[in-house]
């Protein structure tokens, strides 16, 4: 028995040679239950067009178009004596390493709790599969610190303790010796309730400059951030403004363009997810030191008579 392998799309000769055929006559014949005749003599079965036999001598030929998967299994020549004389070769067809859609391109689990990873791969031989983070940090297999490493081979994936360092874009490479190779990106979400600090508990700046007040906030699904001043919630105005950046950490900021003494006092931020809440206060104050001329001014409104640089929690002045 004769073995040929062929990869997908090519064509496969089987080639026959009989000698002394006198009056009898060949075919091709596909194993199935039952055998399913291809050709007899130059005529091709119509139901199988990929078939194609031509004599040359005492050769006969049956060429496989288009090889297909479908196309692999066992295939005879045959001559009608009595008994039936006949040769099999096995056709093998090689098919590079296919990921099933059938797989998820995103994957949600709570922080603490279990997730795995799958990533269903085909091909002719079997696939190997390997997994590797895009970020190329370590996979950790139990909690954060957890062992690790930057590869783990098998179709799927285990991790315990999820923490939100987990969260990645985790690749499958599936991979049998025919190319192309196939790669698969699944993104792990790790949601978790927020985390919210202020860049700085205080802020000091004079009058009638901009101030920027900074929270900087951990959470999945990203949160929905408000201010607030003394119990009054902030939307964006003339004088205020609020912007976003990041996703899983994400950056909120509160500018007050043109600082007046009304605006000092404590701010708060206060992020908000399906998962919990949490806050952060910032004091806006003055800053430390006035200028000259604002410091003689209000220094002789209120009987204080010194031309120099006033502290302003000494004095009482904000600048």
Known sequence: MSQFFSLLGQDVDFSCKVDNLGRHMIAFVRSSTPPRLISFEEKINKYDLKSKMGPFNNEWVLTVK???????GNYSCQVNTDPVLSATAVLDVKVPPVVSRGT???????????????CKAEGNPTPSV???????????YNGATGFG???FHGSSLHLTKVNRKHMSEYVCVASNGIPPD???????LVTFAPMIQPKSPSVRV?????????????????????????GHQIFDSDNYVTTVSG????????????????????YRCTARNDNGIHFADIELRGSYWCSLNMVFERAVR???????????EVYGFYC
């Open 66 to 72: 288009n090889v297909q998967e479908s196309d692999r």
């Open 104 to 118: 998820p391109s995103a994957v949600e689990v709570r922080e603490g709790h279990n997730v795995t990873l799958t």
């Open 130 to 140: 390997v997994w590797r983070r895009q970020d190329k940090q370590i996979i950790r």
């Open 149 to 151: 490493a930057s590869v």
């Open 182 to 188: 196939e790669t698969w990106t699944v993104k792990l």
């Open 206 to 230: 004079p009058l009638g400059t901009l101030a920027r007040l900074v929270c900087t906030a951990e959470s999945w699904p990203r949160p929905d951030v408000s201010w607030d001043k003394e």
């Open 247 to 266: 996703q899983y950490h994400s950056v909120h900021v509160l500018e007050i363009r043109r600082v007046e003494k009304h605006h000092y006092g404590s």
């Open 302 to 312: 209120s009987g204080y008579i010194r031309i120099s640089y006033f502290y302003y």
